[in-house]
């Protein structure tokens, strides 16, 4: 799945940057978690973490929220473990292998 991404950088609310984000694995454990390709840097990613989230789930605090997101190391791969719960009450839990963007800003 791709995904267009279209945020305004800090500091700068009139400058708006296009990400095209590609998605793979079902994230649903850490042995097959969601990998993000194609974004440069932690920033994107990070971002392309919640525009999968809002693709999948709708808008943050209208359908769902986050109620905890865990840096995990499984099997030498760094992943985000985000805990979100939908508002029918359904919690889930999703993994991003975060591994080639940990660290870079």
Not at 5 to 29: D, M, N, Q
Request: net charge neutral; aromatic share 10%; with cysteine.
């Amino acid at each position: 799945m791709s995904r267009r991404i279209r945020y305004i950088l800090p500091h700068h609310s009139s400058c708006w940057v296009e990400v095209v984000a590609k998605y793979s694995g079902s994230g649903l454990s850490p042995d097959d978690p969601i990998v993000i390709s194609d974004v440069a840097n932690n920033l994107d990613a990070v971002k392309a973490e919640y525009e999968f989230l809002e693709s999948r789930y709708g808008r943050r605090g209208i359908t769902w929220i986050l109620e905890l997101q865990t840096l995990l190391e499984h099997k030498g791969r760094m992943m985000d473990r985000m805990d979100i719960k939908l508002r029918s009450g359904e919690r889930v839990s999703l993994c991003f292998d975060i591994t080639r963007y940990f660290g870079q800003f």
